[in-house]
């Protein structure tokens, strides 16, 4: 059975302080990894998809890097508005669901 | 707006009474699927469709719990005799063909009283 462990489960930090956080997974023969930010509320947004290990991709303050085992969300000086709840999710062999982590809840402090 | 339509956006239920909730995904998109969330928790599938046909079922998903997708477009979400253990946050979604990336509505917050 696909499992997603997102770690820490919370992270505060200052503007400006750059972190990762990390998404270990175990899947059935790997369809994707994505990555979603969900602010309080509302439904999660988003944000990257990789396929294979080696796999990088940008937006903004965020990069998001997968090995075979583990993806990482790098946010490079966070601002207090990058505070939300980050979420991965695995996608393999066995269906077509998206399976999900519990989440990594971020804050920025000015 | 394109993006994936969900209402209503807040429910409140007696326990034991039925509820649905409705979903208009993106127009292009030939999947959907439906999640359930609860508080600190990340979304739980419950059940996918591909054009009309519903192919994959949580076996979590109890018999309360029914999905409709007719002619391919809107999906429905019906709950039956609801139980406090419902309440959660109930999230569709939708997607293209192969394995890319679901779009994800604004959810509707079910309260079981």
């Known amino acids: 059975e696909d499992q997603v462990t997102q770690s820490p489960e919370a992270l505060r930090l200052q503007e400006g302080e750059s972190s990762s956080l990390n998404c270990s997974y175990t899947?059935?023969?790997?369809?994707?990894l994505f990555w979603y930010r969900q602010d309080p509320g509302k439904g999660p947004e988003f944000l990257f998809t990789?396929?294979?290990a080696g796999e990088e991709k940008e937006k903004e303050r965020l990069k998001a890097t997968l090995t075979k085992k583990e993806s990482f969300l790098h946010i490079t000086a966070p601002k207090p508005e990058d505070s939300a709840t980050y979420l991965c999710?695995?996608?393999?062999?066995?269906?077509?669901?998206?399976?999900f982590g519990k989440g990594t809840s971020l804050l920025v402090t000015p | 707006d394109t993006g994936v339509s969900q209402d209503p956006r807040h429910k409140i239920t007696k326990r034991g009474q039925n509820v649905t909730f409705r979903c208009d995904p993106i127009s292009e998109h030939n999947r959907l699927y439906w999640y359930r969330q609860t508080l600190g928790q990340g979304p739980e599938f419950l059940t996918y469709?591909?054009?009309?046909?519903?192919?994959?079922k949580s076996r979590l998903l109890s018999d309360r719990f029914s999905a409709e997708r007719p002619k391919g477009s809107f999906s429905t979400l019906e709950i039956q005799r609801t139980e406090q253990g419902d309440s959660a946050m109930y999230l569709c979604?939708?997607?293209?063909?192969?394995?890319?990336?679901?779009?994800f509505g604004q959810g509707t917050r079910l309260t079981v009283v």
């Open positions: 999710a695995v996608q393999g062999n066995s269906g077509y669901a998206l399976n």
């Open positions: 979604a939708s997607s293209f063909s192969g394995f890319t990336e679901a779009f």
């Open positions: 990789l396929y294979s």
């Open positions: 899947v059935s023969g790997l369809r994707g």
């Open positions: 469709f591909q054009n009309e046909a519903q192919l994959e």
